[in-house]
């Protein structure tokens, strides 16, 4: 089925660095998120993103967050400066349309902030 | 908000039995997934059922919307279906919020 991928599968970095996690969504599809799962801790959303804006954010999606996806490349989720709390596993999906309709997941990108 | 309560947060087999997960919403959806996450973490999609019943195997889904539930059935479960089940409702919007899980063991 359709995939979608992301880079890298960890990532380790001290807090106050900044962070980039690359996601590559599913091919034609125009709708993207990101979502958060601290481990053993539930399933996040943070946000999601069309036509190269922001559509809507949730709390945890704080100012040192920035997404993007310039010129159809990878959707980026940026952390600056990077906290300690922001160790977790992202994750990345993408659907085809807006609402109700399937939205297909990464693997994740395991960051941990030291 | 939307609310996902899952049930039960665990739940130990015996190989070959059939296993009953249940996921609850606060409001109404208009669409809604199963996931299986590995004990790794990797999240990989089980269904994408909003309405009705689908079956893949030895998985079947229902979900019925005006009670607001859905369910996930598994027959025969085996060792490998060990780990953690999620349900996510989305609504109106595009977000899908999350239940907490339920951790399948099936010993043999």
């Known amino acids: 089925g359709p995939k979608v991928l992301q880079i890298p599968s960890h990532q380790i970095i001290d807090m106050g660095q900044m962070v980039t996690l690359n996601c590559d969504p599913v091919?034609?599809?125009?709708?993207f998120y990101w979502y958060k799962q601290i481990l053993g801790q539930q399933m996040e959303f943070l946000v999601n993103f069309y036509n190269g804006k922001v559509m809507e954010k949730s709390k945890l999606f704080k100012d040192q967050f920035s997404v993007e996806r310039p010129d159809g490349s990878y959707f980026t989720l940026k952390i600056q400066p990077t906290a300690l709390e922001d160790s977790a596993v992202y994750f990345c999906?993408?659907?085809?349309?807006?609402?109700?309709?399937?939205?297909?997941f990464g693997p994740g990108t395991r960051l941990t902030v030291l | 908000g939307q609310q996902v309560q899952q049930s039960p947060t665990s739940l130990v087999l015996q190989e070959g039995e059939n296993a009953e997960l249940q996921c609850n919403f606060s409001?109404?959806?208009?669409?809604m997934q199963w996931f299986y996450q590995r004990p790794g973490g990797s999240l990989i999609s089980v269904f994408y059922?909003?309405?009705g019943t689908k079956q893949s195997g030895r998985l079947t889904s229902t979900t019925v919307i005006k009670e607001r539930r859905s369910s996930l059935h598994i027959s025969s479960s085996q060792i490998t279906d060990s780990g953690t089940y999620l349900c996510?409702?989305?609504?109106?919007?595009?977000?899908?919020?999350f239940g907490k899980g339920t951790k399948l063991s099936v010993k043999s």
């Open positions: 999906a993408s659907s085809s349309y807006w609402g109700s309709y399937e939205q297909y």
């Open positions: 091919s034609n599809h125009l709708y």
């Open positions: 059922n909003p309405s």
């Open positions: 409001t109404s959806l208009n669409s």
């Open positions: 996510a409702m989305g609504g109106s919007n595009a977000k899908l919020t």
